[in-house]
């Protein structure tokens, strides 16, 4: 009977034949997974950049308005939030969604180059300008963000750098030209970015239908131009004296 | 029509290939692109040369055996098999480029004979039903809309010649998978296995070497068969949906 008893167990055991791995384990080792964390962090990053464009535009109502309200951005959620807290969070959560989207662009086009290693020899101009540049405009947004950093948030690089007075800071850093062609430059890359990405994220999350994909190229094409004229905005007027 | 062919050759797998030119003459422009490859073999075996492999099976357009990349495009300048492509789209003394499918998932086996066992492979893991065999069921047992049975044959067209795999950047098999994850997912046949399906064809996919999606669209041109490029996003919406609700 002992010696029976074993082999009965381990019949009944070979029913369950394993178990499927967590959700975020399944999303994160799949393709489709990991194009989703690059979607839903490249939603977020949209989202801000929306916000800050809208808040840069601020600086056509003059110095006290823009710096005010950068003052305001810094009491938000007061009196439960500290000084400042906001903000922390928001670039807690910002710093995160970089990462995550640059770790799944980083590991998905390593395997998508090794998934084709021969090369036609003969060549053809294949998808859009957008789609074949997202993985350089990328990179270029990365370095940018790192710039752009340093040059009014840290002030490291800033030619007048007085904390407080971003104003003032802004209208002093437009008006050296590697500054403002750093910036026009990346919100080119930009705009590119999301052309082609907001899309795809909506194609990514299974947003996308036949009905619908029309309208959804139409909003990401106008959020890429809105967003590109509302950012470049600020240095040409810098440039032209609109803004002094 | 006279034409010079810049064929791909490999002698086998793991052979080194070049692309070696050929002069026919005497095209028809009412031959097809693989007649007008027999016309060429016809001519390599009187001469004592080792004809072109190329795959090819009911050269009607409906099996998914024939593919090559023609001019840098899969199945050439039309929408349509290798087979059905007609030399009347070619000119008097064009050059053509032929190549293999190339992606890591479909190494060659020889000339322009890839190997796509990746996709029965995929197929295997999920692209089935659970059906009790026997005689054929009655035929109203399981009411099926007509709109979501046009969205199955539309996605049961697919024929699994890996036009997608090979215009893709990436070599990725999606719109492949998806074609078949949608086809079988939107009926009530295909709905015992709905999350399981989607997670290991997807699961497989990834696994044989396939690469990601990038959302070019280059799947959906080169399609000869018109799987649209929402066929991905359909499957995505699967596998997130099944990633949060399969059985564990």
């Known amino acids: 009977m002992q010696g029976v008893l074993p082999t009965v167990g381990v019949m009944a055991l070979a029913t369950r034949t394993g178990r499927r791995p967590s959700t975020l384990a399944t999303l994160w080792r799949s393709t489709v997974g990991k194009k989703t964390v690059m979607a839903v962090t490249g939603v977020i990053m949209l989202l801000y950049l929306v916000a800050h464009m809208l808040g840069n535009l601020k600086i056509f109502f003059g110095s006290t308005e823009f710096n005010g309200y950068a003052y305001w951005l810094r009491t938000i959620g007061e009196p439960a939030l500290h000084y400042s807290w906001f903000l922390w969070i928001v670039r807690v959560v910002l710093v995160a969604a970089v990462v995550f989207h640059g770790v799944a662009a980083y590991q998905l086009s390593r395997r998508d180059l090794g998934a084709r290693p021969t090369a036609y020899a003969h060549r053809r101009p294949r998808a859009g300008y957008a789609t074949r540049t997202m993985r350089w405009g990328g990179i270029i947004l990365a370095l940018f963000i790192v710039w752009h950093l340093l040059d009014l948030t840290t002030l490291t690089v800033n030619p007048r750098g007085e904390a407080g007075h971003p104003y003032q800071n802004v209208v002093a850093d437009f008006r050296n030209w590697y500054a403002d062609a750093i910036y026009i430059v990346a919100m080119l890359a930009l705009g590119l970015h999301i052309r082609h990405g907001l899309w795809s994220a909506a194609q990514t999350l299974g947003a996308n239908s036949a009905r619908r994909d029309a309208a959804l190229k139409f909003t990401a094409n106008a959020l890429a131009l809105v967003l590109t004229a509302g950012f470049v905005a600020v240095p040409v007027s810098v440039m032209t004296g609109v803004v002094s | 029509m006279r034409l010079?062919?810049?064929?791909?050759?490999?002698?086998?797998?793991?052979?080194?290939?070049?692309?070696?030119?050929?002069?026919?003459?005497?095209?028809?422009?009412?031959?097809?692109?693989?007649?007008?490859?027999?016309?060429?073999?016809?001519?390599?075996?009187?001469?004592?040369?080792?004809?072109?492999?190329?795959?090819?099976?009911?050269?009607?357009?409906?099996?998914?055996?024939?593919?090559?990349?023609?001019?840098?495009?899969?199945?050439?300048?039309?929408?349509?098999?290798?087979?059905?492509?007609?030399?009347?789209?070619?000119?008097?003394?064009?050059?053509?480029?032929?190549?293999?499918?190339?992606?890591?998932?479909?190494?060659?086996?020889?000339?322009?004979?890839?190997?796509?066992?990746?996709?029965?492979?995929?197929?295997?893991?999920?692209?089935?039903?659970?059906?009790?065999?026997?005689?054929?069921?009655?035929?109203?047992?399981?009411?099926?809309?007509?709109?979501?049975?046009?969205?199955?044959?539309?996605?049961?067209?697919?024929?699994?010649?890996?036009?997608?795999?090979?215009?893709?950047?990436?070599?990725?098999?999606?719109?492949?998978?998806?074609?078949?994850?949608?086809?079988?997912?939107?009926?009530?046949?295909?709905?015992?296995?709905?999350?399981?399906?989607?997670?290991?064809?997807?699961?497989?996919?990834?696994?044989?070497?396939?690469?990601?999606?990038?959302?070019?669209?280059?799947?959906?041109?080169?399609?000869?068969?018109?799987?649209?490029?929402?066929?991905?996003?359909?499957?995505?919406?699967?596998?997130?949906?099944?990633?949060?609700?399969?059985?564990?």
């Open chain 2, 4 to 248: 010079t062919l810049r064929i791909w050759r490999q002698r086998g797998p793991e052979q080194p290939g070049t692309m070696t030119a050929y002069e026919v003459d005497g095209i028809s422009e009412d031959m097809s692109f693989l007649e007008m490859l027999d016309t060429l073999n016809e001519r390599l075996i009187l001469d004592g040369d080792e004809p072109v492999a190329f795959d090819h099976d009911c050269r009607e357009g409906i099996c998914g055996a024939c593919g090559m990349v023609i001019n840098g495009q899969a199945h050439g300048p039309e929408r349509t098999t290798t087979c059905q492509l007609h030399m009347r789209h070619f000119s008097d003394g064009d050059t053509i480029d032929i190549e293999p499918w190339r992606a890591a998932a479909f190494p060659v086996v020889k000339d322009l004979v890839v190997d796509r066992s990746a996709f029965d492979r995929i197929i295997g893991s999920g692209g089935y039903v659970t059906a009790p065999t026997g005689s054929a069921p009655e035929a109203h047992a399981t009411p099926v809309p007509k709109p979501v049975a046009d969205t199955a044959f539309e996605h049961a067209e697919c024929i699994g010649c890996g036009a997608c795999v090979a215009a893709c950047p990436n070599g990725s098999a999606m719109l492949f998978t998806s074609a078949k994850v949608v086809h079988l997912n939107v009926l009530p046949q295909g709905a015992p296995e709905r999350e399981s399906r989607v997670l290991d064809m997807v699961g497989t996919m990834d696994a044989e070497g396939f690469g990601g999606c990038t959302n070019t669209g280059e799947c959906a041109v080169a399609c000869p068969k018109g799987i649209p490029l929402q066929s991905i996003a359909t499957m995505n919406r699967e596998f997130l949906r099944a990633a949060r609700r399969a059985p564990r």
